[in-house]
């Protein structure tokens, strides 16, 4: 008794369908890498070893004014409203207020004057906040 398949399989493999998910896959992360960080500046920090546990309330970001040798501020990332130096007194007694333990810290290039963190430091010195320099882990 001889018995035959009347159907035969089909050894092809479609590779569109894998294609379509491979795109769509990229698709979805580039869009949701790009959401991470907008607001992040790049600057290049200063190595250290001693690092500090403190969670700062808020973070000022000096930047360099491009074409002049002056800075302007930024507070929290925000890089639509930049301050100068009059106004970040001001600005910080207003976000932290009266907080138990007022800390902030300072994000700045290692190529920066000292004279010009100094100078933020000397503001939180007035309004007796705690001042922390961010560095990078060396």
Known sequence: ????????????????????????????????????NPNALKLLLPKSTGQ???????????VPRE???????????DEENMIN???LAPALQELIGS???????????????VGEVVAVMNVGKK?????ILATRPE
């Open 1 to 36: 008794m001889a018995l035959k398949r009347t159907t035969r399989t089909d050894a092809a493999f479609s590779m569109s369908s894998m294609t379509d998910i491979v795109f769509l896959l990229l698709l979805f992360f580039l869009v949701t890498s790009t959401l991470i």
């Open 52 to 62: 500090v546990n403190a969670k700062p309330m808020v973070s000022v970001s000096l």
């Open 67 to 77: 074409g002049t040798d002056s800075y302007v501020y930024c507070i929290n990332g």
């Open 85 to 87: 130096y009059d106004e």
């Open 99 to 113: 907080e138990e333990d007022p800390t902030f810290s300072i994000y700045t290039d290692e190529k920066t004057p």
């Open 127 to 131: 309004l007796d906040y705690k001042v």
